[in-house]
């Protein structure tokens, strides 16, 4: 199990450093939107399926790579450098990657449970 979680840590965090960029044209979003939106996707979908495979792919998936690809200390400071531009962007910021991201996990759990190919009938 800790190596599972290791390992996955390790591939989400390298991802999340390669993948982390300005949204051009969004100067009110943060530079982890995109990367904490489809953490939230993943996570969705692994919890449609959590029922349905071992304990350890999920620890690689949700607790390992999730947890290493998505950050919530890097949002909190890119929340604090977005204060130091104006107010909104930092509400727009805060209230946009949590509803998004809301919305992505959802999402990524309606699309498991329907397209599950070994899916159990319900």
Known sequence: MYAAVFVGGAAGSLLRELF?????????????FG??????FILGWLYS??????????HLG?????????TFS????ELE???ETTGWYVITAFGAEIAI????AALGEALGRKYL???HPE
């Open 81 to 83: 450098r977005l204060a």
């Open 49 to 58: 399926i959590r029922h349905k495979v071992h304990a350890h792919v999920l």
């Open 62 to 70: 949700a607790v390992g790579f999730c947890g290493g690809l998505s």
């Open 74 to 77: 890097s949002f909190v400071a």
């Open 35 to 40: 990367i904490n939106i489809v953490a939230c």
């Open 20 to 32: 982390t960029v300005p949204i051009p044209g969004a100067p009110f979003l943060t530079e982890t």
């Open 117 to 119: 190919p070994w899916r």
């Open 101 to 104: 991201g809301l919305a992505a």
